[in-house]
């Protein structure tokens, strides 16, 4: 998916929801374990409640490999089900010398055709170039994260800056805003405002609103750009709000709530 | 695999010598094409071929991934098939907030059973100690790699150190000489000294010897330890030195070369 193209279901549906499947068997409601494919049957019937508020879908890698070859199938009969006009996100942080971080494109672009991968910068720019090759696909690098382990090295000095700012301006210099797009996990004004000033035109992905604290309001107010530039990811706050058989009539609740905060900045 | 049990196998065989199995359809002889399964007849004939000279073999994973499920399938048995004396390795440069590399921990550690798999730091403390929390498993994480790219962001200055330098000592806070390597794709004599100066009991993953570079001399008079110290890894330089039906002759070869200038250190 392009950049137009991603705009376009932004402004139509009022909304930069992404909606984070990380699907984990021992948090689904009971009754879906009975299935013959459960975590497919609940990230069906999610995708179908929220499809009309999200303008993305999230892919939490691990919680799939860690099931083995059965994860694998149900991530592709996931990503198959999204409708193809929602931008998609292989959230598995890859990253490796040029000829391995190849593979990786080749598995997350064609193998399973994410429109965009999460990708860890620390090995440098041949790690990341990869990724770029591919027309109307993304790169979504990691800036800054929402975990308490972003201030041991993201946050440190390097420099007459942070190591993060470093990563931002050093990554943004590989590509372009049509290919590449930042993780930021910033909650607070001050931080949000500075990315933003910082890299103006560049769509980011940003975790951590809801159960991690961060609030709608605040990330649109301070990242929003003429294209939307921004895609707020929720989880837990969607996917897990019911254990039981309204799980997908409370996320969709959720998702139409936070669509409904994000409606007025359009 | 505890270290008491690594260290015996490196002083039994004397030998550092990890072969990697970054396993590519467009590189095997033709002839393993007709095979049920190329990639797993490839890598059991290099097994076969290498076993007495290697304490270790990584598996580079995305070049598994990249063939979806036929390439988990190839790699699940490749792991199964190497005996059980011998290191293995996720070489999978996963990390990610803690409650998804626990995810990422399973797969490596129980899904697949490795004895270790190797880590990017960027995300800090919670995205490592996942991957400490399994007895006699190893967190291998990124320390200095062997790539151009790591010139963007491992070697800028941080405080008066360089990233890397920070990166080795923090990660290193974290766990014990048990339970972290670290991957250390130095070249030089000069950066191998003061890296093992840093560090005295680590094992480090060396890449690039042969096609990129090193030697096993330097490498082994800078580095070993006590211990042993330190896994030298050499895919290219014995998976790929014939492309015929004496491949795996010709790795035998290069495997009995590259131990041979390993065992004047013991």
């Known amino acids: 998916m392009n950049r137009a193209q991603l705009k376009a279901n932004i402004f139509s549906k009022k909304s930069v929801l992404c909606v984070g499947l990380d699907t984990d068997l021992t948090k689904i409601p009971a009754h879906l374990l009975k299935e013959e494919d459960p975590v497919f049957a609940f990230n069906k019937a999610i995708i179908d409640a929220t499809k009309d508020q999200a303008v993305s879908y999230k892919i939490n890698t691990a919680f799939y490999e860690a099931q083995g070859l059965k994860g694998w199938i149900s991530m592709e009969k996931t990503l198959n089900y999204i409708p193809k006009d929602i931008f998609t996100i292989a959230d598995a942080k890859r990253g490796d010398i040029g000829n391995t971080s190849e593979q990786y494109a080749r598995t997350f672009f064609h193998t399973y055709p994410f429109d965009s991968v999460t990708v860890a910068p620390y090995m440098g720019s041949d790690s990341v170039q990869p990724f770029l090759k591919f027309e109307d696909k993304w790169a979504i690098v990691l800036g800054l994260t929402s975990n308490a382990g972003s201030a041991d090295f993201q946050l440190q000095p390097s420099g007459d800056e942070l190591m993060y700012q470093k990563v931002l301006k050093t990554v943004a210099s590989w590509g372009t ?90």
């Open 177 to 266: 805003p049509e290919n590449i797009m930042f993780v930021i996990g910033a909650t607070r004004k001050e931080q949000l405002q500075e990315v933003r000033a910082l890299l103006p035109h560049h769509f980011f992905l940003v975790p951590g609103v809801g159960t991690q604290g961060g609030d709608v309001d605040t990330v649109c107010r301070n990242t929003m750009n003429e294209d939307g530039g921004v895609l707020i990811n929720v989880s837990r706050g969607i996917i897990y709000v019911a254990n039981d058989e309204s799980f997908a009539d409370k996320a969709h609740d959720a998702a139409v709530q936070y669509q409904k905060e994000m409606s007025v900045f359009f």
